[in-house]
């Protein structure tokens, strides 16, 4: 019988030969050297490839994944947060819009007084307070860096960045708080 | 009609279970992205296209034909999915192929042959350099060895993947097998 060809050779390792053809190539491969040196080495590859080497996927495949499919609905703590520190962003952008330090609102309110607009004249004399000594220190932030590093920012500019800062935290807080009312409830 | 575990877990994901779609995931997210990155050589790539893969398979799961097997029928998914993408990015691809030759080059020389040129291979970097070998032969050839080892199918199967007759599929798969011989050789390694 002539030298196997290296399909020959393949098609026996795979099992995929005629009870017939398998018997000639046993036979072959006991006395040919070279056809058996030929059959070892690709039953060695043939060991190596049955044990692929898997590479680990990320763990952001799975979790993105599934973000996309069921994008979750955002819990009831953020919701009722995004809306307190929004309470907190509208009231401020009121007062600053109204310049209440001036009183003017108050004053209007006060002049077509009755029973209700007293209370809310009280009310938003007391946010103005508030705002008011806010106002007092920011300007002391702002003449104090004025006068040590020669900026001067504004005391608008001062206003604004804490007040992002202080939504930020108020929104964070409020989470934790309506989450752990929520925790107790449970 | 007797199911098979895929199949159950194809039942619970078409009645809407979230948990039995994260378990099908768990259970051949190895399987494709390692195909996925074997064929691409690219990580990001091999992640993003490895997310399309199975976005796309639940949202078309309810074309699943119960009748085949669920693995044959992803496979050819993913395996369309990659060579579209291969298709578009040919050069990229092409130029990664150059890449991994020179770094498998590298790797022997650096990691696989001690001070004397005496080799030291134990059995498990002897399968990564073989395994660092496929990744280094032509596509054609490499989309099929992936197929039958990495996936496990048999030749009727990739044949049903990739489309190609089963006869073609033997075909390439041993002359796969003889570039990876030759590649071997040249590196003199695998020899008794």
Known sequence: ?186 | MMLDDDQVLIKKILAGSKASFEELMKKYNKKIFGFIYRMVRDEEVAVELTQDFFIKIYNVLHKYNFEYKFSTWAYRICYNLVIDYVRKHRAYVDSLDDDSVSQRQMLESQNYVNEDGFEILAREELRDYVWNVVDSIPMKYRELILLRYLQGLKYDEIAGVTELPVGTVKNRIFKAKEILKKEIEKDGMLEQ
């Open chain 1, 1 to 186: 019988m002539a030298c196997l060809n290296s399909e020959t050779i393949q098609e026996y390792i795979d099992g995929e030969l005629t009870n017939v053809e398998n018997a000639m190539v046993r036979d072959h491969l006991i006395v040919c050297e070279k056809c058996r040196m030929e059959y070892d080495y690709y039953e060695r590859l043939e060991k190596y490839l049955a044990e692929p080497v898997y590479i680990t996927p990320p763990p952001a495949i799975e979790r993105n994944v599934l973000n996309a499919l069921f994008p979750r609905i955002p819990a009831l703590s953020s919701v009722l947060s995004l809306i307190a520190a929004s309470f907190i962003l509208v009231v401020t952008w009121i007062y600053i819009y109204f310049d209440f330090a001036n009183n003017s609102i108050i004053q209007a309110l006060q002049l077509t007084t009755d029973k209700t607009s007293n209370w809310i004249a009280s009310v938003i004399q007391m946010i103005s307070a508030v705002f008011s000594t806010v106002y007092a220190v920011f300007k002391v932030i702002n003449a104090f860096v004025d006068a040590v590093f020669k900026i001067n920012i504004g005391v608008e500019i001062i206003g604004i960045f804490t007040l992002l800062i202080c939504t930020a935290f108020f929104y964070l807080g409020s989470r934790l708080v309506f989450k752990k009312i929520k925790g107790t409830n449970a």
